[in-house]
RNA sequence: GGGGAGAUACCCAAGUGGCCAACGGGGGCAGACUGUAAAUCUGCUGCUUCACAGCUUCACAGGUUCGAAUCCUGUUCUCCCCA
């Protein structure tokens, strides 16, 4: 089986080139090779701005090649200047070690890593530098490079002025090394990454040329950004993680089906694996009734199977229905109480004692002191004038007292700022 | 080492003895509109039993004054120029 489609003409429609080194696509179309990217190891979870990575691998899968995610236990030791404008705070080996655990995990759902044909590999560089000398390390492998090809790099020069550590200034060799030592010991003479990667990568392809004479061969994606021009991946809550316990599968859900029209329509390019014709056709139909937000909803569902499974994305779809779907305060009472906690896993909760409740709590103190849902008193009577409190799914008035006989299903009371923000109480 | 400028709420930034919880902008939150969108309009955005009331707040610590973010003293930090 040495068949593989064309990948450039894959990445090019799915807008996800952004650069290439010359005779990449010649390489590529021959048959099957093996292509790394590297991920950084500085939280124990990925989130979503690492897609575009996992993504490229995954398609570069799909075509019929071999990926190798590349976790950087010693890169991550170091620290990439690359668009960073203050040096990085380096990290311990044992907090490293645990990173590099749970990202490798995550990368499993998405690549396939148990294929017969085309399997895909983790590595960690830590395992070539734990050994490596500095000596060793200046003599075969910084002698090759020059320092005015190492400053000619823009994440170098961009440092100049407001300072830059050796240890940083090194990175390029650490990971242009990486390189080298995949394609000497695993065949691998691609590299792919984000534009902000071309200065690392080429100075791994000429490593490997020095040292060895051998070719290399790179491919990097565009920097996504959304359409309104802010940091794609960071919503009100921070950072969307990969990982369920950090970011809910609702949460996440909510996160893609949020995306704004022109943002659909990439996410469906870049992050699902759906073929031409079929992401095509959405986008169409979408721009004739943009209301049914089908297309968001389509993306949204695809990508969180893909990260959190099915059942998962049907818990979340659920949740959605009750909370967004015209959920009426008779739709709540419908539901058991194992589906209350399946529905609001990923919605902030609180309890509260029984007898506070048969006594009668105003309003105002349910929404701050004795949930947290609200900062401050304050803030609870400043968003009650505003009219955008419900309970229940009911408005509620300033003066409102809450009692026993809110609790739906004798346990639950659903809190609610505004059209997105809830926040469960149940009777402790 | 010498000289100068400055530190104000999430960010930028006014204010230079009482009318300052502190103009304005950004951001954030909410309401209307809508498609859980964008754009737009409106309101809110220190705390408190929301009241033209009280309390905490304008780098930090003291002081002057009936009264200070605003004046004085000291401390810490930042920036610029000269050497």
């Known amino acids: 089986m040495n068949t593989v489609r064309d ?21 590529l179309n021959q048959g099957p090779v093996s292509g790394y990217i590297g991920f950084d190891p500085t939280a124990d979870s990925l989130h979503v701005g690492n897609m575009v990575q996992i993504m490229m691998l995954k398609h570069f899968q799909e075509s019929g090649h071999r ?4 976790v ?10 690359s668009g960073k404008k203050s040096e990085r705070n380096l990290l311990d080996e044992e907090t490293l070690r645990h990173n590099q655990r749970c990202v490798g995990d995550q990368l499993a759902r998405f690549i396939d890593f148990g294929s017969r044909t085309r399997p895909a590999e983790l590595v960690n560089n830590y395992d070539w530098f734990k050994d490596m000398g500095f000596l060793r390390f200046i003599r075969e492998v910084g002698k090759h490079i020059s320092v005015g090809y190492m400053l000619a790099k ?37 590299q792919m990454g984000g534009s902000d ?10 490593l490997i040329r020095r040292m060895d004479g051998g070719e290399a061969f790179a491919l990097t994606t565009p920097l996504l950004t959304k359409a309104d021009g802010s940091k794609f991946g960071k919503s009100e809550g921070g950072n969307i993680w990969l990982d369920a316990a950090r970011t809910s599968p609702y949460k996440y859900y909510q996160f893609w089906v949020n995306a704004t029209d022109a943002d659909a329509a990439r996410f469906a390019h870049i992050f699902t694996v759906w073929p031409r014709e079929r992401v095509e056709a959405l986008v169409a139909e979408h721009a004739r009734a943009p209301h049914l937000r089908q297309l968001q909803k389509e993306v949204a569902a695809a990508i969180t199977v893909m990260t959190h499974g099915r059942s998962e994305l049907d818990a979340a779809l659920r949740a959605t229905e009750i909370l967004f779907g015209g959920g009426t305060s008779e739709a709540l009472g419908s539901l058991s109480e194992k589906q209350w906690l399946d529905v609001f896993d990923g919605v902030p909760q609180a309890e509260v004692p029984r007898d506070a409740l048969s006594s009668g709590v105003p309003i105002v103190d349910l929404l701050s ?22 309970v229940n799914k009911t408005r509620a008035e ?21 059209k997105k923000n809830y926040f469960l109480l149940k009777l402790g």
Not at 171 to 180: K, N, P
Not at 197 to 206: K, S
């Open 72 to 81: 950087g236990g010693a890169t991550g030791m170091v620290g990439d200047p």
């Open 7 to 27: 990948h450039v003409e894959e990445l090019t429609w799915r807008g996800l080139l952004h650069d290439s080194m010359p005779g990449t696509r010649e390489y």
């Open 197 to 206: 990667q071309w200065g690392n990568i080429t100075t791994g392809a000429e």
């Open 369 to 390: 002191e004795r949930s947290g849902f609200l900062p401050s008193k304050g803030e609870a009577r400043r968003a009650l004038k505003e009219g955008s409190i419900s």
């Open 67 to 70: 990926p190798i995610a590349l």
């Open 398 to 418: 300033e003066g409102r007292v809450i009692g026993t006989d809110d609790l739906i299903s004798g346990r639950f009371i659903l809190l609610q700022r505004g």
């Open 154 to 190: 823009d994440s170098v020069k961009n440092r100049m002025e407001s300072g830059i550590s050796f240890t940083e200034f090194t990175y390029q060799l650490v990971q242009g090394y990486d390189f080298y030592w995949l394609s000497k010991n695993k065949g691998c003479r691609l």
